[in-house]
């Protein structure tokens, strides 16, 4: 990153998604909500924020057969000692809301997801999806950060005791990388309007 920014907010996504965008494999973050948002629902509140790996809802039948070996990966990934360690900062490039859902097949190879929980979470509650492709950052080494009962619950954003800053943090795609596969993205999800 050319500039070193603070942040406190955090993203929270299963923690095997997490490693899929570590590793540029997924590029986009694929959100419904949670129980303890409200009749709104889910907003987007934030437009670059620490992405918060969780184990909660996570299961090796949530992915795709390609993506299986995310699961050991998060493992792996997670602090011994408890905590949990934030290491990528995300920043959104636009957002679509998706309420169209023949575009959901063509989405296959822009996720992780099995189909089903993609189109779970399409369905949950009132039909329709909300896309943010992100451009990933990732430092060096992750801060790791007690537990706390705050991080609890069904909810997308948390925030972190103090600021993180993102010195050091590299993109995980190059710029050509990304914006060839922000394209594509954008090209699979044509249908629907960017917000």
């Known amino acids: 990153m050319s500039t070193t920014t ?11 998604v ?3 965008l570590q590793a540029g494999r997924q590029i986009a973050i694929f959100r419904k909500g949670g129980i303890h948002e409200g009749r709104e629902g889910f907003r987007v509140e934030h437009d670059a924020f620490w992405m918060f790996p969780t184990y909660e809802h996570q299961s ?7 993506a299986a070996d995310l699961m050991e990966l ?10 949990w360690a934030i290491s990528l900062w995300a920043e959104v490039q636009s957002v679509v809301e998706l309420r169209d859902e023949s575009v959901l097949p063509r989405l ?19 039909p329709g999806l909300f896309v943010l492709p992100v451009r990933v950052y990732r430092l060096s080494e992750p801060i790791v950060i007690p537990d706390s009962p705050h991080f609890a619950g069904c909810r997308s954003w948390v925030d972190l005791p103090d600021s993180i800053a993102t010195d050091g943090a590299e993109p995980v795609l190059s710029d050509d990388e990304f914006a060839e596969r922000l394209h594509a993205l954008y090209a699979a999800l044509a249908p629907s309007a960017t917000a």
């Open 6 to 16: 603070k942040g406190r907010i955090a993203f929270k996504e299963w923690a095997a």
């Open 18 to 20: 997490c490693q899929a």
């Open 60 to 66: 090796l039948e949530g992915l795709s057969d390609e």
């Open 74 to 83: 998060s493992q792996a990934a997670k602090p011994a000692a408890g905590g």
């Open 108 to 126: 296959s190879g822009q996720h992780v997801y099995a189909p089903r929980t993609l189109d779970e979470r399409f369905h949950y509650r009132t």
